[in-house]
């Protein structure tokens, strides 16, 4: 057995972070992300980032990073599993409330990134999206949490 016996100080960041507001569908959202937590980021050498969505009818995932049509087929799939033709009971807030908050449910809320040397350790074609499911959902606040050893 392994025993690390190196006792490391333990560093924090906590920010609630908006998002600008995005149209129904899957929107890459990493640069968005990183341009407003870059330097609190940049002081970790290892560590976790955990990303919370504060709403119920938006998802957050991590997916393709560089071919858009990734993104449509994505929101083309969801409308097709999840239509906005069932026979909802709650729809006082319009046809794709319901919907949103099924598609919510399914896809999360939360992310967990590992933190590599003041950068968030995805791989080569991994972003973070952000993943409208209302018509005019508004915008959207997501609180970040960074911890972790220091440099």
């Known amino acids: 057995m392994l025993i690390f016996s190196t006792i490391y100080s333990t560093h924090w960041f906590q920010t609630t972070i908006e998002l600008s507001q995005k149209s129904r569908g ?4 990493t640069k968005e992300v990183l341009s407003k937590i870059s ?3 940049s002081k970790f050498k290892v560590g976790l980032a955990t990303f919370f969505l504060q709403h119920t009818s938006a998802g957050l995932s991590i997916n393709e990073n560089a071919d858009p049509t ?5 929101s083309m799939t969801l409308d097709h599993i999840i239509p906005e033709t069932l026979p909802y009971k709650h729809d006082d807030e319009g046809p794709d409330d319901m919907p949103a908050h099924v598609k919510s ?13 003041g950068d968030l350790a995805f791989g ?3 972003g973070i999206w952000l993943n409208e499911f209302r018509n ?3 915008k959207r ?3 970040v949490t960074l911890f972790g050893q220091g440099k």
Do not use: F, K
């Open 136 to 138: 005019h959902g508004g």
């Open 70 to 74: 990734v993104r449509a087929d994505m």
């Open 26 to 29: 899957c929107h890459l959202v």
């Open 141 to 143: 606040r997501i609180v």
């Open 39 to 41: 330097p609190e980021l």
């Open 105 to 117: 449910t399914l896809v999360g809320v939360s992310l967990t990134v590992p933190i590599s040397n």
């Open 124 to 126: 080569t074609w991994q």
